[in-house]
C-alpha cells in the first residue's frame, strides 16, 4: 500500500500518522506539501492528519480546506481513491465538501484528551476489515471541536445507509449519553461519503498501534487498509 | 472602499460558547439577557470603487470562506 500524508502548516500528527502506516503497509510514506497540485503517483491512500491547521483560525480546518493539494485529493477520491482523515483531518474534509457536516465544538466547551470506547459499526468496508462488526476498540481523543453536527437530513441518510463506520461507547459497548463525550449527534465518531470511499474520524487510531503505546486497538484499521490492497494485487 | 462581512450562526445550532457568554453576563448581574449568539465580523477593505462589483466579491468571500453555510448565515453590508 503506497499512502500519502499531507502535510500543513500547524499539523502536528502527521509523523505519528506515517510511522502507523509504516508499521501496518512495511512502505515508507510519502509526505505532501499541502502548497503540491498533484499526489505522488500510483497513491493508494490519501491521510490528512491531525493538528491545529493554520492555528484553527477562521473555522477549524478551514483554511487547510482550500489549499492546493486539495483539489488533488478531490479529483483523487472522485475516481475512488480512498481518503483517511483523523481529528483535524476530518474537520478539513468536512470543509472541503468531501464529507457532509461539520465539527462543532465539544458540548461540554472543553479540550478532551484522553482514550475513549467507539464501536465498529460494520466490517465490510476498507476502513473497517480488520475489526468484527461491533467490536469495541479503545483510542485517543485530543480535540475541542468534535462534536459531529449534520442536519436531520443528512443524518437520516448516513444511518440509513450505514455509513456511520464508528460510534463513541461504554467500554462494553452501550451507546449511551454517557460515553458521548463531546455531545456528537448519534454519537458519530467516524462517517463515510456516499461512495465509502472517504472516511472522516475524531479519534486517533495511529496512537495505538505500538506495545509501548499501551494498547494496540488502533492496528486493526490500518491492518484493513493494507489487506484491501493485498487483495486488489 | 469599506465593507463589513457580519457571520452568525444560523438558528437552530446549538452554538456553547454563546451560552458560556450568557452564563457570564448573568452571573456578572447584568440584567434582563434572554439569551447570547456568538458571532464573526469581517472587516475588509477592497479596491473596487463600484458598490455592485464590491458586493458580488464579498459575497463570493463569504461563500468560499468566510462562512460554513452548513451552520452559518451571512450579511455583506458595504460602509463607504
Given at each position: 500500500m503506497k499512502s500519502a500524508v499531507l502535510v500543513f502548516p500547524g499539523i502536528n500528527r502527521e509523523r505519528d500518522m506515517a510511522r502507523a502506516l509504516k508499521l501496518a503497509?512495511?512502505?515508507?510514506?510519502?509526505?505532501?506539501?499541502?502548497?503540491?497540485?498533484?499526489l505522488p503517483k500510483g497513491t493508494d491512500l490519501v491521510v490528512v492528519p491531525g493538528g491545529f491547521s493554520y492555528g484553527d483560525y477562521l473555522r477549524c480546518g478551514a483554511i487547510a480546506a482550500r489549499a492546493p493539494v486539495m483539489d488533488a485529493v478531490r479529483d483523487f477520491a472522485a475516481s475512488g481513491g480512498l481518503v483517511l482523515g483523523v481529528c483535524n483531518g476530518f474537520q478539513i474534509l468536512c470543509?472541503?465538501?468531501?464529507?457532509?457536516?461539520v465539527l462543532m465544538r465539544n458540548a461540554g466547551l472543553k479540550f478532551v484528551c484522553r482514550d475513549v470506547h467507539m464501536r465498529v459499526e460494520r466490517s465490510d468496508?476498507?476502513?473497517?476489515?480488520?475489526?468484527?462488526?461491533g467490536q469495541v476498540i479503545r483510542v485517543p481523543v485530543a480535540h475541542g471541536e468534535g462534536n459531529y453536527e449534520a442536519d436531520e437530513e443528512t443524518l437520516k441518510r448516513l444511518e440509513g445507509d450505514g455509513r456511520v463506520l464508528y460510534r463513541y461507547c461504554s467500554a462494553d459497548g452501550v451507546v449511551d449519553e454517557a460515553s458521548n463525550f463531546n455531545g456528537a449527534a448519534h454519537s458519530i465518531a467516524g462517517i463515510v461519503n456516499e461512495r465509502g470511499n472517504v472516511l472522516?474520524?475524531?479519534?486517533h487510531p495511529e496512537n495505538h498501534v505500538e506495545e509501548i503505546m499501551?494498547?494496540?486497538d488502533g492496528r486493526g484499521l490500518f491492518a484493513g487498509l493494507?489487506?484491501?490492497?493485498?487483495?486488489a494485487a | 472602499m469599506k465593507a463589513r462581512v457580519t457571520v452568525t450562526l444560523k438558528s437552530g445550532i446549538l452554538d456553547p460558547q454563546g451560552k458560556a457568554i450568557e452564563g457570564?453576563?448573568?452571573?456578572?448581574g447584568v440584567d434582563g439577557v434572554a439569551s447570547v449568539?456568538?458571532?464573526k465580523v469581517f472587516d475588509i477593505e477592497l479596491a473596487a470603487t463600484d458598490k455592485a462589483k464590491a458586493e458580488a466579491a464579498l459575497k463570493a468571500a463569504a461563500d468560499k470562506l468566510l462562512a460554513n453555510t452548513v451552520i452559518e448565515n451571512y450579511r455583506v453590508e458595504v460602509l463607504s
Open positions: 503497509s512495511g512502505n515508507e510514506t510519502s509526505m505532501v506539501w499541502h502548497a503540491e497540485t498533484a470543509e472541503s465538501g468531501l464529507l457532509p457536516g468496508t476498507p476502513f473497517t476489515r480488520g475489526y468484527n462488526a472522516g474520524m475524531m479519534p499501551g494498547c494496540t493494507v489487506q484491501q490492497f493485498e487483495k | 457570564a453576563l448573568k452571573s456578572l449568539r456568538q458571532g
